[in-house]
């Protein structure tokens, strides 16, 4: 059973100046989720997702609210049950927003960043030799460090707590957009006047959050970024949004092997020119190799095994000696945004805006996305103060005050965002990524790729698109796939034997990630109806080599031999093992019949990344008493949410 963490700095009661509500039914009534009177609590900005953008936005809150004298409440919600449980650990971090955002980070004696990338090269992998090759200068890593991501947005949150008085809730995960009662804000696009988002619902049971602006930094492909999206068509005037799979492992190396600060990524096998995708190997301190790979999700191959992929990696003569006597300690898979500039949606909606990846911020060229992650949290904190303490006015009626509240506007983001070095950015190299879609392929990408990142850099005319001349998706649809051919057109992908402990099976890596979902709890991978669902079984398997039981790096999805009523369509069942879902959002990305949907489980399931490797002192161990009452808390509420006791489980 894995152990429940938990954050450092636990508090277990209300902070002064909290206002929770609760309405009692009837007891002994019947339990109904939709008729559930939730305890709500009342805040100024409501951050979704403690992750770089979020946090970096709280703390930003925080120092206007220094500067400038007005008190500002700001909640960080996350899913995670604790800070960087969900974030993958082994990155190289441009600390440009960092320098702006806390000046003397490099003094704090807590802070992670205590490894500088010394060096960068590109292979080129052929099946037995790894071939240098230049890399573009946008990959240059001169300043960079080299850190565990997980430890880093912890660090922040400590930042964010300890010397700010940001409220950060691990455990709670956003599962709907509270909206106004009524239409109270002008269309974005000039349609009349639309509901305006006024905070957020967290799982069931759960709790509202009604905020006066509510900032959305989920990550790639957030599920209520997906809901805002849709709702307000902010992607009208955008290209769709293109993903990858990202597939990470965390090795330590022998001292021979380890070569501190190094950063090598890599083109070529075992992807071949198709898929687009490459892998890299990142030296991280204390003799910590970070590896993985990367696949472009419009891949057309629908027996490909992105798992399999890394595994058939490691099979190089490269990786092999680097590896060898080297030990595994982690796992993980997350997808990541690959659009640029031309995929980004609109940012701000009534209410609201999209922060870091849950717009699509990474900079594909430089492989990073963090420093923009950053930056974009603090430019929508300047637009939130503003509408924070512009969205209430008082008047006087016979000598009473009465306050009414609007929804802050965050279209000054928009403008605010183009102005900021972000958009610069993203413009230089918004080309890169689409020209390996070219009928030029993998060569004609890297041809294109480097006379632009060398010479024209990003000045010219033209923007290419991601989707075809005529490509039409209906709102909300993959363009990623709309790329997947039937399995007619291509033959299954060979795949070597797995070698432990260089290569093994999926479920060995799979238990490296911690990962734990309450049992009781509804499936939080939805797949549609009875009828549907056979239509989805008929379609996928008949055309598409069941996609899903190939794709998914964590095995939630599989389609096995059933017969009578057990069967849904040609002789199968489709089964989901969503306790294994380490929340790398694929399946809702890339199945071809677009009909399932990954929304959020209970708060504090999923992965446990920040527990696996990245405390050089040994993981924070709550005390035994708090542990047990953290990894009962989904029980307590859904059987006391009505009591008296409500207040002080929700706060646990």
């Known amino acids: 059973m894995y152990r429940l963490p938990l954050k450092h700095h636990l508090n277990l009661f209300p902070k002064c100046g909290r206002s929770v509500h609760t309405t009692p039914v009837v007891a002994g009534a019947r339990f109904d989720p ?5 305890p709500s609590d009342d805040v100024d900005v409501c951050i979704v997702g403690a992750g770089p953008a979020g946090l970096s936005a709280a703390i930003k809150l925080k120092q206007l609210e220094r500067e400038r004298g007005r008190e500002i409440r700001v909640v960080v919600l996350e899913k995670g049950g604790e800070v960087g449980a969900h974030i993958l650990s082994g990155a190289v971090i441009e600390p440009r927003a960092l ?6 980070w ?14 960068s090269r590109m292979l080129f992998l052929t099946a037995s030799r790894a071939i240098p090759i230049p890399h573009p200068p946008q990959m240059s890593n ?3 460090y080299i850190a565990s991501l997980s430890a880093f947005t912890r660090w922040l949150a400590t930042v964010a707590e300890e010397e700010y008085g940001v409220e950060i809730y691990p455990g709670f995960a956003g599962a709907q957009l509270l909206l106004s009662d009524e239409p109270d804000t002008q269309d974005l ?3 009349g006047l639309v509901k305006s988002v006024r905070g957020v619902v967290t799982n069931e049971p759960g709790m509202e959050f009604r905020a006066r602006v509510t900032l959305l930094a989920e990550g790639a492909h957030g599920s209520l970024s997906k809901m805002a999206i849709a709702k307000y068509d902010l992607r009208r005037e955008a290209e769709p949004q293109t993903y990858a799979i990202g597939l990470k492992e965390v090795w330590r190396v022998s001292e021979d092997k380890y070569k501190a600060g190094e950063v090598v990524h890599t083109l070529g096998w075992p992807l071949g020119t198709a898929p687009y995708g490459g892998g890299w190997v990142y030296h991280m301190e204390d003799g910590l190799v970070s590896l993985g790979l990367v696949v472009g999700l419009d891949y057309k191959n629908p027996y490909l095994e992105p798992y399999r992929e890394l595994q058939k990696m490691k099979h190089h003569p490269y990786f092999r000696s680097l590896l060898s006597g080297a030990e595994r300690l982690a796992y993980g898979a997350r997808s990541l945004t690959e659009g640029g500039l031309q995929s980004l949606p609109r940012l701000s909606f009534p209410g609201g805006a999209l922060l870091g990846c849950a717009a699509g911020m990474v900079n594909v060229a430089k492989i990073k996305g963090t420093h923009n992650a950053m930056k974009s949290g603090m430019v929508a904190a300047e637009v939130a103060y503003d509408a924070v303490h512009g969205a209430s006015s008082t008047t006087e009626t016979d000598g009473e005050s009465t306050t009414q509240d609007t929804p802050g506007d965050m279209t000054p983001y928009d403008a605010a965002f183009k102005q900021s070095w972000i958009y610069k950015d993203l413009h230089e190299v918004r080309n890169l990524r689409p020209s390996f879609n070219t009928r030029l392929g993998l060569w004609g990408g890297v041809a294109y790729s480097g006379i632009d990142s060398l010479f024209l850099k990003g000045r010219v005319p033209w923007t290419f698109p991601h989707k075809k001349h005529g490509t039409k998706l209906e709102n909300g649809r993959s363009l990623d796939a709309s790329h997947t051919d039937p399995a007619a057109m291509h033959q299954p992908r060979e795949y070597p034997p797995f070698e432990a ?3 093994t099976d999926l479920l060995t890596s799979l238990a490296l990630t911690g990962t734990n979902h309450a049992e009781d709890q509804l499936i939080h991978l939805r797949v549609a109806t009875l009828p549907e669902r056979k239509s989805h079984v008929k379609a996928n398997v008949e055309t598409y080599a069941g996609l899903l039981g190939h794709a998914c790096p964590a095995g939630v999805y599989e389609y096995v031999d059933a017969e009578g009523e057990e069967e849904d369509a040609c002789g199968k069942k489709l089964v989901i093992n969503s306790q294994n879902c380490i929340h790398c959002k694929l399946c809702d990305i890339k199945v071809p019949t677009q009909d399932i949907t990954w929304s959020v489980p209970e708060g504090g399931g999923g992965p446990k990344y920040s527990t696996l490797h990245v405390f050089p002192h040994g993981p924070h161990r709550p005390p035994l008493v708090i542990a047990l009452l953290l990894a009962l808390r989904p029980i307590l509420l859904r059987n006391y949410h009505n009591s008296a006791l409500s207040p002080f489980f929700f706060f646990l």
Request: proline share 15%; hydrophobic share 25%; aromatic share 2%.
């Open 142 to 144: 001169k300043g960079n």
């Open 189 to 191: 696009w000039g349609g």
């Open 501 to 503: 402990p260089l290569s």
């Open 99 to 104: 320098n702006e955002l806390i000046p003397s």
């Open 34 to 38: 939709r008729a559930i009177e939730r």
């Open 106 to 119: 490099n003094s704090h004696p807590s802070n992670p960043l205590t490894q500088p990338a010394t060096s």
